[in-house]
């Protein structure tokens, strides 16, 4: 009930496409969902997060899109770029509870 | 902007050794954290604190681990007795509110031999 499920592991997008990575969850209790971004040899790096009483959330070229019903969201990238080829984690977290449950990351290569 | 300070970057100790991993966190954040990410795999809750004591921990984060701020801007993670399986890159974090916008360290690597 705890766990965050992330797919695909890994993904290749051509420059200029859209990347999605999708999670889904089973723990209702569930109400902050946050996307990090993960170079190599660094600490993961917040990205964009959402509350579950909007459908998305848009910065600049990322979108989290939020389905209640289907306890799934995802993370859309427009217009990749090859500077965001990296692993991107999706995560969830309920009202009091201190931790992030992590999903198990998706390697992003965009092809210039 | 502001970062979590993470040191050593990397360690290589023997098993059975004690580590001390050392973070300074945001200087404003009330909340800290430890994860840990075995190679290739999820990023994993350890441990989270606040108020000077232990306010959440996870099953992995059994007795031979433990926690400690020993002044008012360190933050470390101490192993008693290493494993070969305690091998993994250690996040350290923190937050101003609880499980919100965590900031993360950039890791300390962790091998034991």
């Known amino acids: 009930q705890q766990q965050v499920k992330q797919s695909p592991q890994s993904l290749i997008v051509q420059k200029g496409g859209i990347s999605i990575i999708n999670c889904a969850y089973e723990?209702?209790?569930?109400?902050?969902f946050p996307w990090y971004q993960q170079f190599p040899g660094k600490g993961p790096a917040l990205l964009i997060a959402?509350?579950?009483?909007?459908s998305e959330k848009k910065e600049g070229r990322f979108t989290i899109s939020f389905n209640k019903s289907a306890k799934q969201f995802s993370l859309h990238i427009m217009d990749s770029q090859p500077g965001d080829s990296a692993t991107y984690f999706c995560?969830?977290?309920?009202?009091?509870?201190?931790?992030?449950?992590f999903g198990q990351g998706t390697r992003l290569t965009i092809n210039p | 902007e502001p970062e979590v300070t993470q040191t050593p970057s990397h360690q290589v100790t023997q098993m059975g050794q004690e580590v001390i991993l050392r973070c300074v966190p945001i200087?404003?954040?009330?909340?800290f954290y430890w994860y840990r990410q075995i190679l290739g795999q999820k990023v994993e809750f350890l441990v989270s604190?606040?108020?000077?004591?232990?306010?959440?921990k996870s099953e992995i984060f059994d007795d031979q681990f433990s926690v400690e701020r020993p002044d008012g801007s360190n933050f470390t993670l101490k192993i008693r007795s290493t494993k070969l399986e305690d091998s993994a890159m250690y996040f350290c974090?923190?937050?101003?509110?609880?499980?919100?916008?965590?900031?993360f360290g950039s890791g300390t690597r962790l091998t034991v031999v």
């Open positions: 974090a923190s937050s101003v509110r609880v499980s919100y916008g965590y900031t």
């Open positions: 723990n209702t209790a569930f109400d902050y």
């Open positions: 959402i509350r579950p009483d909007v």
């Open positions: 995560a969830a977290s309920k009202q009091g509870a201190q931790k992030l449950v």
């Open positions: 200087s404003n954040h009330l909340y």
């Open positions: 604190f606040y108020n000077n004591e232990i306010s959440e």
